[in-house]
């Protein structure tokens, strides 16, 4: 007689320390094998479109801070960018530059700590531990900058709210002389750690054609082989003007694709962003930040979609204008929502210990899922 | 604090009314329970990483609501997760407390007038014992939050709870 | 790569009844208007030509048009009726580079507009969502189900523009 077997439904958040906030997944397993996944969202849904439909344009920015808020600095690049286009303004030099720098130093405290709890979620707290203490050091800059931690309000329409601080350029060449260490020092931590290895490699992987029919962008496309940035691919601000690589997943330590190679790509971009850094920090011309702001921002009719390469990915801002001073509809795209959709894909086949694993190396953020 | 005070002179026996001593053992060891919100959430875990080290004050996170002492809602709380909220806040043992840490927890912040799906404020749901004000609030206000909880717990009674 | 004329003009080439219109009016994107109806027969000529090679849907939108008629209900919120809602489809070819974007329109009061699941997995969520928000439905979508709110919220599609908020949900206040 054939033994009667039943899967079991397990849920997981969105009350987990691994989810990263408040995603739930239900997992459906037979023994530690997992059948299915099936992730449920909108435990942080905090209405961000219906806000930005309601506010001037410029009173949208601080919401546009708090979708991705460890990569702040990113979305309010996207979209000022977007609005720029809108108004068709031309912006100083000086103020191009100083973006540029921002956001890349935003990238390194976002990877930073994607790598960091992506180690955590896994079991390995000490790079977290080391990688939070220099993701301080960026912090300090910003903080320097304009005055707040996490979410800046920085990057104004025309302009930034505030030019940077006397020493910044000297603080930031002595961040990146601190850095460049401590990603070896990372590297000799966790990244050929032979349990995180162990871990990763050979775990969750994610094919090139599946990535791009669901759509995956960021280090998860990367991963999977293709170099495709948004930076190189549609440049936007003064991109083009800086020489960087475009690091991909080579399959190492396993296949291509895999949780190592999405992890890995986010080390070596670190580097990239400091090389970009390095080249625009001596060059910043002269100038006021302020100069170009537009007192009354009423953008022509018109639609518009505007895309920047955030560090989880392609952050697309869709506006809509009728012609007022606020935005008819705003729509993000944004990179963790279209990356979580592969987190089924990924999981089919694999034990429960490793959705813990995938989750981490895809490095979602809920605040810009839900938004 | 005066629990090491009445000490006799061999060094061995402490005198010390419970009540002091229960709250100074429970104000010394506030486990939180370890879960995230929003935003506020990166900042609570920058606080106990390794620049503010929230561990000097004995709170470290606890992942099951079974055996945490403390809550510390960061974040925006939205209506689908507040009955999830309440219904840890439920699971936890007593005595309990909860640190509202940032503007949207305490009255929805910058969500107030058109967030459909957020609630305003978590002490529609559960009692707060600490407020924390920001957006998101520094590290150090988070720490201030938790001192301020303590000096609560400091100032209980067995026979009846304050908070 | 293509620009969006010579795009518009390939597809009216091949679908000569279907397509639409091309609205170049708006200053900073042309878009092609499709039969609400085709968008997944267009959608896979899209992605499957050669020279087009759309494979990659880099987000797709529901909108509230708002341009039905607007009465004021009796306590003074608005209410619009008639008109349209539509749906954006921004396309990017990862291999030949180019962009396009789409747009759909479909009635207000049955707003039913073919699903892109099976040209484009990542439409997906994005339906889902433009369902929760807007209640526009994906025909032949295979989970159409609300994705960000509360599965039992009956109170609306709130990025309508005449959404009105309930006062309770579950026992909890939710106005400020």
Not at chain 1, 34 to 54: D, N, Q, T
Not at chain 1, 167 to 192: A, C, G, M, S
Not at chain 3, 63 to 75: I, L, P, R
Not at chain 3, 122 to 143: C, K, M, Q, V
Request: net charge negative.
């Amino acid at each position: 007689m054939a033994l009667k077997t039943e899967t079991m439904v397990l849920n997981m958040g969105p009350q987990h320390p691994s989810t990263h906030g408040v995603l739930r997944l239900e997992l459906e397993i037979e023994g530690e094998l997992i059948l299915s996944v099936k992730p449920h969202i909108g435990y942080l849904h905090r209405c961000f479109e219906k806000h930005a439909e309601a506010m001037t344009y410029p009173q949208v920015i601080p919401y546009t801070d708090r979708l991705d808020y460890l990569a702040a600095m990113g979305n309010n690049f996207g979209y000022v960018i977007a609005v720029e286009k809108l108004l068709g303004i031309q912006i100083p030099e000086r103020v191009e530059y100083i973006r540029v720098i921002m956001a890349e130093l935003q990238r390194i405290a976002s990877h930073l700590v994607a790598i960091a709890t992506n180690g955590a979620d896994i079991g390995a707290l000490t790079p977290f531990l080391y990688l939070f203490r220099d993701r301080e050091y960026i912090l300090t800059l910003f903080e320097m900058t304009c005055g707040a931690r996490m979410l800046y309000n920085y990057m104004w329409i025309g302009g930034l709210s505030h030019d940077i601080h006397p020493d910044f350029v000297r603080k930031t060449k002595e961040f990146i002389n601190h850095f460049r260490p401590t990603v070896t020092e990372l590297n000799n931590l966790l990244t050929f750690n032979k349990i995180f290895i162990e871990r990763t490699a050979n775990v969750g992987i994610l094919p090139l054609d599946t990535a791009i029919n669901f759509g995956a962008s960021g280090p998860v496309l990367r991963g999977s082989g293709l170099p495709f940035d948004v930076r190189r691919e549609d440049p936007y601000s003064i991109y083009n003007r800086f020489d960087f690589e475009i690091p991909t997943g080579k399959g190492l330590v396993g296949t291509v694709g895999d949780c190592w190679d999405r992890y890995y790509v986010r080390v070596l971009e670190m580097e990239q962003s400091v090389r970009i850094i390095e080249q625009a920090i001596d060059n910043i011309p002269e100038g006021d930040v302020q100069s170009a702001i537009p007192k009354r921002i009423k953008p022509p009719k018109g639609t518009v979609y505007a895309r920047v390469e955030n560090p989880r990915g392609e952050l697309g801002y869709f506006i809509i204008s009728d012609g007022n001073i606020n935005p008819f509809r705003v729509k993000v795209r944004a990179p963790s929502f279209v990356n979580l959709e592969v987190m089924g894909e990924l999981c089919k086949g694999h034990l429960v210990a490793d959705v813990i694993a995938i989750l981490g190396s895809l490095d979602i953020v809920l605040g810009e899922i839900d938004r | 604090m005066g629990l090491l005070d009445k000490e006799f002179s061999d060094g061995n026996i402490v005198i010390a009314k419970v009540d002091d001593l229960m709250n100074w053992a429970r104000l010394s060891s506030i486990w939180q329970l370890g879960f995230g919100l929003a935003c506020c959430a990166i900042e609570m875990m920058a606080t106990s990483a390794s620049h503010y080290d929230f561990d000097r004050f004995g709170v470290i996170p606890r992942n099951t609501p079974r055996q945490a002492d403390a809550i510390i809602i960061s974040g925006t709380v939205t209506l689908k997760m507040a009955t999830r909220i309440k219904r840890l806040y439920e699971q936890m043992p007593d005595p309990k407390y909860i640190i509202s840490m940032g503007s949207c927890a305490n009255c929805g912040g910058p969500y107030w007038e058109h967030g459909y799906h957020v609630l305003k404020g978590i002490d529609r749901v559960i009692p707060v014992d600490v407020y924390v004000p920001g957006c998101p609030p520094r590290p150090e206000a988070l720490l201030e939050g938790l001192l301020k909880l303590q000096e609560k717990i400091r100032n209980e009674s067995l026979r009846k709870k304050i908070a | 790569m293509k620009n969006p004329e010579e795009i518009f003009k390939l597809l009216k080439k091949e679908f000569s009844e279907i397509i639409l219109d091309l609205d170049k009016e708006t200053p900073t994107e042309s878009i092609i208007l499709v039969d609400p109806m085709q968008i997944t027969k267009i959608g896979k000529f899209l992605r499957e030509n050669e020279e087009l090679k759309f494979d990659s849907l880099m987000v797709l939108s529901g909108v509230d048009d708002a341009n039905g008629t607007k009465t004021k209900d009796e306590d003074g919120s608005d209410m619009i009726s008639g008109g349209t809602l539509s749906v954006y489809y921004h396309l990017h070819s990862t291999v030949l580079k180019h962009k396009i974007t789409l747009k759909v329109s479909t009635q207000r009061e049955n707003p039913q507009v073919e699903s892109v699941y099976n040209v484009w997995r990542t439409s997906d969520w994005h339906e889902r969502e433009a369902f929760d928000l807007f209640g526009i439905i994906f025909l032949n979508h295979p989970d159409l189900r609300r994705i960000l709110m509360p599965y039992d919220w009956e109170a609306g599609y709130p990025l309508r523009k005449d959404y009105k908020n309930p006062e309770f949900y579950k026992g909890m206040k939710v106005p400020y």
